[in-house]
């Protein structure tokens, strides 16, 4: 008996996939939510790793600080207001240390180990005692907070997963959502060493008049489209609302007790 094959009939072509715009658009969701809930795990555990670092041991980890920064301040109206407000009891146990940067942008930082740094131009542009300690006692809320701690474990945590996870290429194409994300939390930072500021300049000296000095500054000059003024605007989210809240803050501290 020969075999006569028989001739297949028209069926739907099953090769490509057929993504309508909605799967598509439902496939991104979900991409950005696991990563989203990935960035906040990880988040929760460098936190966590990093609240329960000692102070002996950020000190001896960190101590490189001082040969990087190099220009140690020890002497002048910074240091004086420094050395007042790192007296205070309440502080974490640290090595404080002020640095001063010839940079003429006015800007302020905190590194891990108790490094305060101050630039020039900053240290030029704030005139009153307490403006330029409010300025000084927000990088020690940084500190008092372990800001500074928690973002670089944050950082190097998620960064460092992702990149066994994912491999260097799909990481860097992460680089964006993650700095969005990191904004954020930065902002709830600034906020946070925004009060401890307040409160421990209140503490020292008392009063919190003219502390406001540095803040108004900036965004008045932000306004004026001073670039230099500009970046310092952009790395700390100074905004209207933000200058409210320590203004009701200072109403608060000013009704708590005398404040000269």
Known sequence: MKFVPRKLEKTADVSRAQTTPGHLIKNILGIVVIITLAYLGLGLAADAITSNISEETETRWF??????????????????????????????????????????????????????????????????????????????????????????????????????????????????????????????????????????????????ADCLEFYQLIERKYREGQSRWGQFHQSHPLTTDRIESLRKLQEELASSGSDK
């Not at 590194?111 to 990088?139: D, F, Q, W």
């Open 63 to 208: 101590s490189w600080t001082d040969s990087m920064l190099e220009s140690r301040i020890t002497s002048g109206r910074a240091l004086e207001i420094f050395k007042r407000l790192t007296a205070d009891e309440s502080l974490r146990p640290l090595p404080y240390k002020l640095y001063g940067l010839d940079i003429d942008k006015p800007n302020a930082a905190a590194l891990p180990g108790g490094a305060v740094a101050v630039t020039s131009s900053l240290l030029k542009e704030v005139e009153s005692e307490r403006g330029l300690a409010m300025v000084i006692a927000h990088e020690l809320g940084h500190h008092q907070h372990r800001h500074c701690l928690k973002r670089l474990g944050r950082s190097l945590l998620t960064r460092g997963i992702l990149a066994v996870l994912l491999g260097d290429t799909e990481v860097g194409s992460l680089t964006l959502f993650l700095q969005l994300a990191e904004a954020g939390y930065s902002r709830r930072q600034e906020q946070e060493a925004d009060e401890f500021g307040m409160r421990l300049v209140h503490s020292v000296y008392g009063s919190t």
